[in-house]
């Protein structure tokens, strides 16, 4: 059975379990964790970009210097430049990177919940879809990025420490440069959660009307640049991610505002995460008519989606919940409200399982393993113990030479570059 499929079950059970069986809730997480930490940080060859990254590993000379060409001579960002020349200097295998980067961003990911969600396995459970299984299996770069930020970088945000918060920023930026839009963020922590709401509709607005042919050739004509050309043209929308979006923003304005009426006190921290996560589906419904660029602005942001709708369902239980100093903890409260903490976390954990089966079947047809009969359910794991494994589908050296090949006029720029320094 695919062990993928299986992880994500034994998540949502986990994150069932942690509901009703709080006292264990440190030890379901710690199982859960070291499950899916150790099923990611194991595979090999599987995800849409794991060639394509060895093929980039492949061009990364081992040498770390400041020279021009170094520092601007080749794809990728230079964060990630570095964290691949490390392990060149030891000649390591490219599994090796992957195995780092996996055990690295989900140490950073456990510290993020600790610290932030009040129902951790939930959270992790609710991170799997999007940052797990896709960003951690196959977009290494920006999950690197991800996770920097949300492990050692977000608690600046939410202390104010805007120096230490715009360098942990660039610092994240330099593993994907996605992470330059969060700089943003500073700007949203003085609007009000209001103000926040406003400019989501506001950007629903705009993202419909940049799509336009009109406003289209407009846009382009006073700026006529690459990804602009790519974002405006070449891209769709996709209208169940702008759906699924919409849908749960309401249902988490909803809930603010009826914890808004019951005169119940909202931590700071939630809000100023509420506000960050608005910001998100600002960043999205800004860009929804090309969902790959939404999709890849907004994805910290679904992230952060589990920590408001953890705070926000466990301020309906108890206010004892929301003790971000000492280890939170989960308690009971108000029936009432305790019901609807319930019903909504039912619905994220209901939306989440199927969002997970929906990028799970993609990865099988994307990675052309229905034309070999795979299914949902046959979806094979290939580990880095029995990586040959990985040719049954697919002939691993043959696309891994292609994109060396691709990536190859990079670094010979790179040593062009190097040549004429003084």
């Known amino acids: ?147 920097i930020f949300l492990g050692l970088v977000l608690p600046f945000y939410l202390e104010k420490k805007w120096i230490q918060y715009v360098i942990g920023v660039l610092i994240a930026a330099s593993f994907h440069k996605v992470g330059y839009g969060w700089l943003v963020l500073v700007i949203a922590y003085y609007i009000p959660v209001w103000g926040m709401v406003t400019l989501t509709g506001a950007a629903m607005v705009v993202g419909l009307i940049i ?53 119940e006190e909202i931590p700071k921290w939630v809000q100023q995460l509420f506000k960050v996560y608005i910001c998100g589906v600002c960043f999205y419904m800004l860009m929804s008519g090309n969902a790959y660029y939404a999709s890849r602005y907004a994805a910290i942001f679904k992230v952060v989606e589990c920590a408001v709708a953890a705070g926000l369902v466990a301020c309906c239980r108890s206010s004892e919940d929301m003790m971000i100093t000492e280890k939170p903890r989960i308690g009971t409260g108000i029936p009432f409200q305790k019901h609807v903490g319930t019903g909504v976390m039912a619905f994220f954990l209901c939306l989440t399982l199927v969002m997970g089966v929906k990028n799970l079947h993609a990865a099988v047809s994307e990675g052309g393993y229905d034309k070999l009969g795979v299914n949902l359910f046959t979806y094979p794991y290939v580990s880095v113990l029995n990586q040959q494994k990985i040719n049954d589908y697919y002939d691993y050296q043959e696309k891994t030479d292609q994109m060396y090949e691709y990536n190859l006029e990079d670094q010979q720029l790179w040593m062009l570059e190097s040549q004429e320094e003084p």
């Not at 042919?213 to 690459?226: A, D, R």
């Not at 070449?234 to 019951?262: D, P, T």
């Open 1 to 147: 059975m695919n062990l993928y499929l299986i992880v994500l079950l034994l998540l949502m059970a986990g994150a069932v379990l942690e509901w009703f069986k709080p006292k264990y809730q440190q030890k379901i997480f710690t199982v859960c964790w070291c499950v899916t930490t150790a099923v990611v940080a194991l595979r090999f060859g599987q995800g849409t970009d794991y060639a394509t990254y060895e093929g980039i590993y492949r061009t990364i000379p081992a040498v770390i210097d400041l020279s021009k060409g170094y520092i601007c001579g080749f794809y990728p960002e230079m964060g990630w430049r570095l964290f691949c020349a490390f392990f060149k200097l030891f000649q390591a295998p490219f599994w090796t990177v992957t195995m780092a980067a996996a055990v690295i961003e989900m140490l950073l990911l456990g510290r993020f919940l600790k610290k932030y969600v009040p129902y951790q396995t939930t959270g992790l459970f609710l991170s799997y879809p999007v940052l797990i299984f896709v960003y951690m299996v196959s977009g290494l770069r920006q999950a690197m990025a991800i996770c």
């Open 211 to 263: 799509q336009i042919p009109v406003v289209e050739q407009l846009i382009l004509g006073i700026l006529p640049s690459y990804h602009m050309t790519q974002f405006l043209t070449e891209g769709s929308m996709s209208l169940f991610a702008v759906g699924e979006r919409v849908v749960s923003f309401a249902v988490l304005l909803m809930l603010y505002i009826w914890l808004c009426r019951q005169k």
